[in-house]
């Protein structure tokens, strides 16, 4: 079969995979806030621009830079910013030129693990509640999903839910931290023991850690690719647009070991091949010159998060803890709301006009149908807005 026959049947192949998927859940609840005029604190992206010189300099590499195809794997300069970024920040001792990709978002990072590295039939263990490209995708590459159903508040799994899933015929886990939607940022010893598992059974973890400088206090990330023996099973994605808060700019990192690069590069050059050079370049000035961004930016998300935090306790609501990420969660039943999540949230956004994330959609099987995931990257006015609307929505309830 030629190139173009391969092609199309893969196109069909994929149009009567994806073709029946529903809406993601943020494209539905961020066009019902766009239809109605609502506040959106539903999709995680902040009202701040994000750092002026790191854009500046975007549109000066725009205006006066290189505007054709840059390498497949990503300008030199934003490689070596990358490895440089992780040494200072993680401790990590990265070959730039041989364990970094440049990806178009972090999504497309992942989509070039999960197409690079799944065979048909591979298990890949998932923590639920998940972001929601994570399963199509797993699925599209020919892997098993096999998944761990996390509850809150605490949000952990421990020992017993891993022998539990670990088998054989696990090949893969895919680890998001800090963790969308949860807020939980993972400690050491649920790190440690994760490792653990991928070592007893040879498994590659795919590590989503795109909010990795969105922490607050005391906690603190540490990603799993520095734990003992995993520096040659890990793939660590990191992501420009949430470190700068530019979640329009899609620009990805995948680091893995030589031999996962080799087949990760591979998988990309066929997905987005590369990534504007501009945007590239804008980048890697951030990633160099952002000291004072990666200090100020979490304590000021950290300020919106109390911010947040204190109104939903005034109007009676009982918001979880939240140690990164955009996002706080709500527990509609101690909050007084009888009815579940998605419920509520289509409620709240067509009856008093403010938008919401139920964690429940972010569930495949044996949903918590309680929780509400609400973004905090918002000015303080909006936040409070957004509160008195949600307890507007409660009252509908109970009426």
């Not at 893969?10 to 239809?35: Q, W, Y």
């Not at 364990?99 to 690079?116: P, Q």
Request: net charge negative.
């Amino acid at each position: 079969m030629d190139a173009r026959g391969w092609l199309g049947q893969a196109c069909t192949s994929m149009d009567a995979i994806f073709s029946n998927l529903p809406t993601t859940v943020f494209e539905e609840m961020s066009g019902l806030a766009r239809d109605r005029g609502a506040l959106n604190l539903g999709q995680g992206f902040p009202d701040d621009p994000g750092p002026e010189a790191v854009r500046a300099k975007a549109a000066e590499a725009l205006l006066h830079g290189y505007n054709q195809y840059p390498p497949m794997a990503g300008l030199p300069e934003l490689r070596q910013a990358v490895a440089s970024h992780y040494a200072r920040s993680q401790g990590l001792d990265l070959d730039w030129a041989r364990e970094v990709t440049i990806t178009s978002g972090a999504t497309e990072a992942l989509a070039a693990a999960f197409f690079g590295l799944i065979e048909p039939d591979d298990e890949v263990i998932v923590f639920q509640p998940l972001y929601d490209a994570y399963l199509p995708l797993i699925r599209r590459a020919g892997g098993t999903a096999k998944l761990v159903s996390l509850s809150p508040p605490d949000w952990r799994f421990d020992r017993a839910m891993l022998e539990a899933a670990f088998s054989e015929r696990t090949r893969f886990v895919v680890l998001n931290n800090p963790v969308n939607p949860t807020g939980v940022v993972l400690p050491d010893q649920d790190l440690a023991l994760l490792a653990e598992f991928c070592r007893r059974y040879d498994v590659t973890a795919i590590c989503d850690e795109v909010w990795e400088q969105v922490v607050f206090e005391n906690a603190v990330h540490r990603p799993l690719i520095a734990f003992p023996g995993m520096r040659e099973r890990t793939v660590k994605i990191g992501s420009a647009g949430k470190m700068f808060g530019l979640t329009g700019w899609k620009v990805g990192f995948l680091c893995a070991a030589p031999q996962l690069t080799h087949t990760l590069a591979r998988a990309h050059q066929f997905l987005t091949f590369t990534t504007p050079p501009n945007l590239q370049a804008a980048v890697a000035y951030g990633l160099e010159t952002g000291a004072d961004w990666f200090a100020e930016m979490p304590r000021g998300l950290e300020r919106s998060r109390d911010v947040l935090a204190a109104a939903l306790r005034r109007e009676g609501f009982a918001p979880l803890a939240s140690q990164g990420t955009y996002f706080l969660n709500l527990d509609l039943t101690a909050s007084g709301v009888t009815e579940p999540d998605r419920a509520f949230a289509l409620r709240a956004v067509t009856e008093t006009g403010v938008a919401s994330i139920p964690v429940s959609a972010l569930y495949e099987v044996d949903a918590v149908t309680n929780i509400l995931r609400l973004c905090f990257a918002k000015r303080d006015e909006v936040l409070e807005d957004a509160v008195v609307r949600l307890a507007k929505a409660r009252e509908l309830v109970q009426r």
